[in-house]
């Protein structure tokens, strides 16, 4: 990698800081904080937070300090989740591989409220229960789904989906959704289940490529083979009222209740579209989305993802959630690094603000899109890189056939060698005599020359042939999908230098480093080929340099208007 030319041309102090720009910070840990493995909030008291280990349960309360309640009898086995219930507010509930086991806040008792047949059975996902005129559980379990209807005294397992393993049980107010591995279903009357959405390859294939971002049952194919082998396609779904979001390993889906349609949400600012977690806002109506190491938070109004970068250490992120604290809210990312807080700060809706920039700094903007690399060029250079050109496997096609005019050829050579004896026998007082002559020696050559000339029809190595082209395509979609996006996400943030500069030193330093990532990305993926165009760009025009400065030019207006949790909408609206 380079030291790209953007880190040289800062001219304010490195420890210019911006006012009131929110940031990750790492509160006080808990004990064995690389060990928690579930943080949620205390359903009974909004300001505290419960977390656990396998085999340990931790409050922290209001005074910020965190203390231990129990150890977990030995009984109840490995806990893999916490869980707790606004309507049960006196009970904490343990997911574990024996099954659900329900105990008080002070970890005094603990007691089974389901268990299985079998292994399977036993070990618990998720854990859901729906209130009402009546109160029905939902446990979803590696060996199917399971209810309730008489607070966990006696449990029915669900005929409709067998001994499926349930990755995920979850109820928003468009219903009750189930997730086996990359399909959903969803149930109004808690009884019957039909099929919302299924992610199989050929609709993940269509999705990542198309223009079509609308997906209904209707479009769902009704063979589902072969989905489960690479992993589960649907990891997690969050709603809010009428809303629905679904994070998949192609993006995040949202469904209106005014619809059946499943409709994938922009992947502008989002650098990994496989999302594993959701987290959603209900005072500040914003929604959260989580991949392997980073966070981002969606903007609605320019249907844009934003990377909740400031502070994070990266780090994997294992579970994303959103806690009340004192009539705020605070979004917690359980890390491999520990956990991490982000304030959650409304957004305020700004009447657009028009920055007139100086008319030199439009030129050199405009010079610099024509002497950039498109994004064409980018996905020539990564396909060179990548070898995953087509003709690679045009070529591979043509020369299996034309190997059968070039003829096969064999010879052996044979030699041997035996020696001569010959027997005279004598007379009745005479002895016989052993007369030995010259070696018999033998010594021949044999050759052939074949031809398989029916291979020039069909020959049998096209069908791996067709199985690495398989293979080839979709990693060159891969590359090229990560890499274009890449350049987008690059282009629109040039935009911003030019036409909204920023207002503070510490922003425009983030800008940069933004920037230089996004770069260095690019020059990753090109081999070093994006970076050295770059490098003979600048050589030849310097005054180009001069766009990544804080930018001249003039305000017209920018007035705020209100606080976004008094009149932004729900990020589905």
């Known amino acids: 990698m380079r030291s790209w030319v953007f880190s040289s041309l800062l001219g304010f102090p490195l420890f210019a800081f911006a006012i009131g720009q929110p940031a990750w910070h790492k509160p006080v840990q808990p004990p064995a904080a690389h060990q928690i493995i579930s943080v949620i909030a205390d359903s009974a008291n909004s300001s505290a937070i419960l977390a656990a280990t396998n085999r340990q349960l931790f409050r922290k309360g209001e005074i910020g300090r965190w203390e231990k309640i129990c150890d977990f009898p030995s009984r109840l086995g490995n806990v893999t989740r916490l869980m707790t219930f606004r309507h049960h507010p006196d009970y904490v509930y343990a997911l574990t591989d024996r099954g659900i086991f329900k105990g008080r806040y002070d970890g005094t008792r603990w007691e089974s409220f389901f268990r299985g047949k079998n292994d399977h059975e036993n070990h618990v996902l998720s854990l859901v229960t729906i209130t009402g005129e009546s109160t029905i559980w939902f446990a979803g379990t590696q060996g199917g789904l399971f209810e309730s209807r008489d607070q966990g005294r006696h449990w029915k397992q669900i005929d409709f989906f067998g001994e499926e393993m349930i990755s995920l049980v979850s109820q928003t107010g468009q219903g009750l959704f189930v997730i086996l591995d990359d399909t959903l279903y969803v149930s109004d009357d808690w009884e019957h289940f039909q099929k919302s959405l299924a992610l199989s390859s050929a609709i993940e294939d269509a999705l990542s490529g198309g223009e079509e971002n609308i997906l209904s049952v209707a479009e769902v194919s009704s063979s589902d083979s072969g989905l489960g082998t690479n992993g589960p396609s649907i990891f997690d779904l969050a709603g809010e009222g009428q809303t629905t979001w679904l994070a998949t390993k192609n993006g995040v889906f949202e469904r209106q209740a005014t619809g059946k349609s499943w409709r ?7 650098l990994d579209i496989r999302v594993e977690h959701l987290a959603f806002a209900p005072m500040s109506k914003l929604l959260f989305a989580a991949s392997k190491n980073s966070i981002f938070q969606y903007d609605s109004v320019s249907q844009r993802w934003t990377t909740l970068h400031k502070g994070f250490t990266p780090a994997k992120v294992f579970d994303l959630s959103v806690i009340e604290r004192e009539q705020a809210e605070v979004l917690l990312a359980l890390t491999s690094d520990g956990l991490m807080e982000f304030p959650v700060v409304p957004p305020e809706i700004i009447a657009p603000a028009i920055w007139i920039p100086a008319e030199n700094q439009i030129k050199l903007f405009e010079e610099l899109l024509a002497l950039e690399p498109t994004a064409r060029d980018v996905q020539k250079m990564v396909i060179d890189y990548a070898h995953v050109k087509n003709s690679k496997i045009t070529r591979w096609h043509w020369l299996s056939r034309l ?19 010959d027997l005279d026998r ?4 005479d002895p016989d005599v052993y007369i030995l002559g010259p070696e018999n020696i033998s010594k021949g050559w044999d050759w052939s020359i074949h031809w398989q000339l029916e291979d020039l029809l ?5 069908t791996s042939i067709d199985s690495r082209e398989k293979l080839m395509v979709e990693l060159r979609q891969d590359l090229l999908s990560e890499a274009t996006r890449i350049y987008y996400e690059r282009r629109r943030l040039q935009t911003e230098f030019v036409f909204s500069p920023a207002e503070f030193h510490q922003e425009h330093l983030d800008r940069l480093t933004r920037l230089d990532e996004l770069t260095s990305l690019l020059d990753a993926f090109t081999d070093g080929e994006f970076g050295e165009k770059l490098e003979e760009m600048y050589e030849r025009n310097p005054a180009l340099k001069g766009l990544w400065s804080l930018s001249g030019g003039t305000p017209v207006h920018q007035n705020t208007i209100a606080p976004a949790n008094q009149n932004i909408k729900n990020p589905a609206a």
């Not at 190997?403 to 004896?421: E, M, Q, T, V």
Request: overall charge neutral; cysteine-free; charged content about 15%.
């Open 458 to 462: 069909f020959n049998s190595s096209q």
């Open 403 to 421: 190997k059968a005019l070039i003829p096969s050829f064999d010879f052996g050579y044979d030699a041997s060698r035996s020696n001569n004896i």
């Open 264 to 270: 994938r949400l922009s992947e502008s600012g989002l």
């Open 426 to 429: 004598g007379s009745t007082n």
